[in-house]
Nanobody, 116 residues
Framework: QVQLVESGGGLVQPGGSLRLSCAAS????????LGWYRQAPGKQRELVAL???????TYGDSVKGRFTMSRDSAKNTIYLQMNSLKTEDTGVYYC??????????WGQGTQVTVSS
């Protein structure tokens, strides 16, 4: 199993920045996909950023150029740097990991609210 714990959410004004963290533990050696999804009220969960074991990262169209995902392998932690935040970025952000064999794990989520 893989356990994921997010942190760093909060309230920020439009145009501001926020950094989320996700610490992974457990069978991390088996992870081949690791990243972030988000869910706004009344909407489906959508991709924010997803990194692959090949080293590539893919971003959702709505966050390209504004969000950057990075990784600290020594700490088994990934980060999501969010810049130029918009009100439509509001939602619960979930860390996601997929292990070899297709088994997925989700964190508990962290709330991000962009509002003036």
């Amino acid at each position: 199993q893989v356990q994921l714990v997010e942190s760093g959410g909060g309230l920020v004004q439009p145009g501001g920045s926020l950094r989320l963290s996700c610490a992974a533990s457990g069978s991390i050696f088996s992870i081949n996909e690791l990243g972030w999804y988000r869910q706004a009220p009344g909407k489906q969960r959508e991709l924010v950023a997803l990194g692959f074991s090949t080293g590539t990262t893919t971003y959702g169209d709505s966050v390209k150029g504004r969000f950057t995902m990075s990784r600290d392998s020594a700490k088994n932690t990934i980060y999501l740097q969010m810049n130029s935040l918009k009100t439509e970025d509001t939602g619960v952000y979930y860390c996601y990991a997929q292990r070899m064999g297709g088994v997925g794990s989700w964190g508990q989520g962290t709330q991000v609210t962009v509002s003036s």
